[in-house]
């Protein structure tokens, strides 16, 4: 069973759009269609986004229409304060270019010309008048900065509610793709469970005795990864040795038909984690067999070099069991000296010490003798 995947779980619609169409960018001019590839989840995903998308765009709108209507007021207001206080200066201004003309004129009629009374007077007109352009501007100034406050005010209020509606757009989207994901890939593991157990239960009706065509029919199946199967052979593997044990409590000899394929199948499965030494102590195992075996072996060998150990967690216990099998005359000399390289790049001390040891290859032969140039080397084996 694979593990449940989709293109992408973020919250932004542009992003998925990129993720499933090959880094293209979105052009809201052509909209978007579902593609011939496209899994459920990745589509049900996207259109989820794309609602989100949607409500981001239209919140932003709302923002920038409000803002600009803010804007408008503000101008508004700001004309109309800055007209009335030209208007009322102009008016101070006339009113005292009025004064300034009449007034000497009435003095003189009143018979007052000469008495002081004409200076002192116009000393008052300018004072009522600086007066009167003080009060107008301060009052302009007052309410200037009263509506700067109320403007700045509003501005204010309108980004935090966009950026809170934002953030809970942002959250809602991220919430929404998080629970069609974890539908989809609930679906998907219930699907792919059941398609195992049915698998398995197939498995188990089998009457085979031979492991090999035990394998066959799990890798005929569809609809598994590698690592699926591996676990279905392992199944596999068990039900056709509980099927040799009840022919065998049924009477049959099933024995020396059956261990022949077991270790080709337990090989074929394990590969470079093959436990030669349990190989070579089966006296149940035809030669031809073991043969077969380590030939594939020492090709397993020669073809990995130095990835031989790749992954070992313990590179000194696998240098154990196949110097192990070295002895036993399984491998090849020409497998032996490629062994020793892999085990010199992967482990250098262990390398030393070996050689120090004289143990390398399992014959006093020298690190760097070169690959035998026996061209049927992997016929040399030692019968056991």
Known sequence: MSEFSVKYRGNSFEDWYKANYNGATYDPKKGFQRGAEMNDADWAIGQSLY???????????????????LNRLYGTNTATLEADRDRSLREASFTHELMQKYLPEQIKARGLSGSGVS????LSAYSTYANNRGNINA?????????????????????????????????????????????????????????????????????TIDYDVMNEYIDSLTGFDEATKTRLKEYGAAVVKSNIENRRLEGENVDDVN???????QFKAQGSAFDMDALEANSS??????????????????TSGAGFFDGCADVHERWKRYTD???????????????TEALKQVDPALYRQKAAEGKLFGVGKPAEEPVPSNPNWLNDFVAI
Request: no cysteine; glycine share 4%.
């Open 259 to 265: 261990v022949d394929n077991q270790y080709r199948s």
């Open 139 to 207: 009052d302009y100034a007052k309410n200037k900065t009263a509506l700067d406050n109320e403007y700045q005010s509003g501005l204010t209020d309108l980004a935090t509610a966009y950026g809170n509606d934002m953030t809970d757009l942002e959250t809602g989207a991220t919430d929404d793709v998080t629970k069609i994901f974890d539908k989809y890939r609930t679906d998907y593991e219930s699907r792919e469970e059941k398609l195992f157990d049915d698998a398995k239960e197939k498995i188990g009706l089998l009457g």
């Open 119 to 122: 200076e002192s007077t116009l």
């Open 51 to 69: 609602n989100s998308y949607t409500a981001k765009n239209n919140r932003k709108s709302q923002y920038d229409s409000s803002v600009s209507e």
């Open 325 to 339: 099998a070295i002895w036993s005359g399984l491998v090849s000399a020409e497998s032996k000296i490629l062994l």
């Open 285 to 302: 195992v035809s030669l031809e067999v073991k043969k077969e075996i380590a030939t594939q072996y020492n090709d397993l060998i020669k």
